[in-house]
């Protein structure tokens, strides 16, 4: 079959060779190792507890999914998105954005307005994917929030510092971006974070400046959120990718 021309069904995933489909696309995907790699157990059971896993199918095939947990926010009930993955056969075709607005619809009919998600902030194309396209603001940063990265191993690694998502489901910013709308601020942006342009090729290349680079924008978003301001949009460049940071106020 085409895939160009296949139809994408969103649905739950809910039998065992589901879930261990969901398995093969962590190791496709991300080239995780055993050890990081969430089980069919994990999956079993989370959605027992309140959570589900839609899967975005192509016919018969599961091309890609997003895991979400239940989760609180004080007395709240929030969610947690765990996970995501996109076969990368099927990748830039906006398969990542009906399996995320799935997600939000399918936790609005749940009465959950939250959901909250991680990225690694020198991923370029993530920080346009969450902030541009799905409208979530950023206020954390997590200094090595998983532990040392399992990559390099024989050169120390790179710590996991992450981004928190946060996404206000009904709110007016996430509702104008599920519309095709940009949801960056009009106001000028009372700071910016510039990050490498190809953050896994100075990895590759030179483990020692990604760190100091890591470091540089670690102390900037850490400067940025003690001053209240909030992260919420991102300038894609060839040279010069940046975050950019608005005073609360200016948000809408």
Known sequence: MNRAQTEIVIRECATIEEFDRCI????????????EVSPRRHLIV??????????????????????????????????????????????????GAQLKW???????????????????????????????????????????????????????GIDSDRLFAEWELDSARVERAQRGEDPTPRAQPAAEIVIPPDWSALVRRDADAARREQRRVRAEFAEAFAAGLVCAGFLRDAERPRYLLYCAKDLS
């Open 24 to 35: 093969e696309l962590q190791r496709e995907v991300f080239g995780l190792p055993d050890l």
């Open 46 to 95: 989370s959605r027992y507890a309140g959570g589900w896993t839609l899967g975005a199918f192509a016919g018969d095939l599961l091309v890609g999914f997003v895991h979400h947990l239940v989760a609180r926010r004080g007395a709240e009930i929030i969610g947690y998105s765990h996970m995501m993955a996109v076969h990368r056969d099927y990748q830039n075709r906006g398969i």
């Open 102 to 156: 799935a997600q939000r619809e399918r936790a609005l009919s749940e009465g959950v307005r939250f959901i909250k998600w991680t990225w690694d902030p020198m991923q370029a194309r993530n920080a346009h994917f969450n902030l541009n396209r799905l409208g979530a603001i950023v206020r954390t940063y997590a200094v090595n929030f998983y532990g040392t990265d399992y990559n390099m191993p024989e050169r120390g």
